[in-house]
T-cell receptor, first 111, second 115 residues
């Protein structure tokens, strides 16, 4: 199992603030996926990063894959209450089908 | 296609009762997965179907749990003799063939409360 540590586990901020979530590992990954899960819903795939050093932007969300492909970050600019949810970074499946989710980062953005 | 559909969205049952959940995947996806998620945790893999064949079951899937996908389309997850520890969100996901671990689309889940 490829271990991926995500931090922080919990984050509570006010609307308008910026934040960064980190995923770190000692393993090299071919890619990483980021999901967001809103309360009471299933996870939704936000982005897949594949190339070392890659930066992908999704509106106010910026995803970066480390040069060595061992880590990734998610930066949210000017957070909004609608950003509230559980953010999960997930490595590729070792088995070919099952994704190994960690605890993720639970984000609360208050007005 | 409206995505992965799960029914019911919520289920409250008494301990010892049997419950069954249904998942309708995206029609062109031949892979279907069940996950369970408890409070404060990410989803945990339960089982995987490719078409109608159940190819993998997690050790989390005790003998009281059974999943089927009879015609390779919708799937059901049954829990017999429910226990309070079964209370969780049960998530179904589907993906197209040839995209190992990629391209998952999750349903909204069924939240089970065992009282």
């Amino acid at each position: 199992t490829q271990l991926l540590e995500q931090s922080p586990q919990f984050l509570s901020i006010q609307e308008g603030e910026n934040l960064t979530v980190y995923c770190n590992s000692s393993s090299v990954f071919s890619s990483l996926q980021w999901y967001r899960q809103e309360p009471g819903e299933g996870p939704v795939l936000l982005v897949t990063v594949v190339t070392g050093g890659e930066v992908k932007k999704l509106k106010r969300l910026t995803f970066q894959f480390g040069d060595a492909r061992k880590d990734s970050s998610l930066h949210i600019t000017a957070a909004q209450p609608g950003d509230t949810g559980l953010y999960l970074c997930v490595p590729p499946s070792n088995s070919g089908y099952a994704l190994n989710f960690g605890k993720g980062t639970s984000l609360l953005v208050t007005p | 296609d409206t995505g992965v559909s799960q029914n019911p969205r919520h289920k409250i049952t008494k301990r010892g009762q049997n419950v069954t959940f249904r998942c309708d995947p995206i029609s062109e996806h031949n892979r279907l997965y069940w996950y369970r998620q408890t409070l404060g945790q990410g989803p945990e893999f339960l089982t995987y179907f490719q078409n109608e064949a159940q190819l993998e079951k997690s050790r989390l899937l005790s003998d009281r749990f059974s999943a089927e996908r009879p015609k390779g389309s919708f799937s059901t997850l049954e829990i017999q003799r429910t226990e309070q520890g079964d209370s969780a969100m049960y998530l179904c996901a589907s993906s197209p063939a040839g995209r190992d671990g990629y391209g998952y689309t999750f349903g909204s889940g069924t939240r089970l409360t065992v009282v």
